[in-house]
């Protein structure tokens, strides 16, 4: 976020713990989706479900220490594909845990925990362990308005994406890693 202020990333790390999400947290997670996203946009229940259990270790959790509830989380889907189309979110069985591309279906922080750099700390963090993980790219899409923070994130603005979901206009962005 343009106005976001960053806190040190020893305070993220003493107020959250940032780890893979639990089965248990799906529902939390799918409460999180609606209340981020529009409802045209948003990941349904099922469908959060159907990629926590598929694929937890593409999810990314900040959870607040003091509550023990997920205060955000970034989540998407490894696959040997190189283009983002409209099926990763609504088809996790497209998840391929040897590819080398993911893609990123939501970055989801809860209003009470935006303007200190999690959002940032998500991506950063989400990239440095996928980068280790043998990933080569990073790829999302994003709003108009949201194209300069994913810029100062490091992605790399593609252009407008092939994607329709929920009936928008989205760039697709990419990071290589």
């Known amino acids: ?48 479900y159907r990629r926590v259990h598929r694929a937890p270790e593409q999810f990314l959790t900040a959870v607040d220490k003091k509550s023990g509830k997920l205060a955000g989380f970034l989540n998407g889907l490894s696959t040997r594909e190189l283009r983002f189309r409209d099926e990763f979110f609504t088809d996790e069985t497209l998840h391929a845990p040897d590819g080398k591309t993911v893609m990123l279906l939501g970055l989801d922080v809860l209003p009470e925990y935006r303007g200190i750099g999690l959002a940032r700390r998500l991506v950063c963090e989400y990239a440095r362990r996928e980068r280790e993980r043998g990933r080569r790219l990073l790829l999302l899409t994003c709003l108009p308005e949201k194209v300069g923070m994913y810029e ?24 290589k890693l």
Do not use: V, Y
């Open 1 to 48: 976020m343009e106005d976001e202020e960053n806190m040190d990333g020893n305070m993220l790390e003493e107020r959250f713990e940032f780890r893979e999400i639990r089965p248990e947290e799906a529902e939390q997670a799918a409460q999180i989706e609606r209340m981020c996203f529009p409802p045209n946009e948003a990941c349904t229940e099922e469908m959060m």
């Open 152 to 175: 100062k994130f490091g992605f790399l603005d593609n252009g407008i994406a092939d994607s329709s979901w929920g009936g928008e206009a989205w760039h697709e962005m990419e990071m």
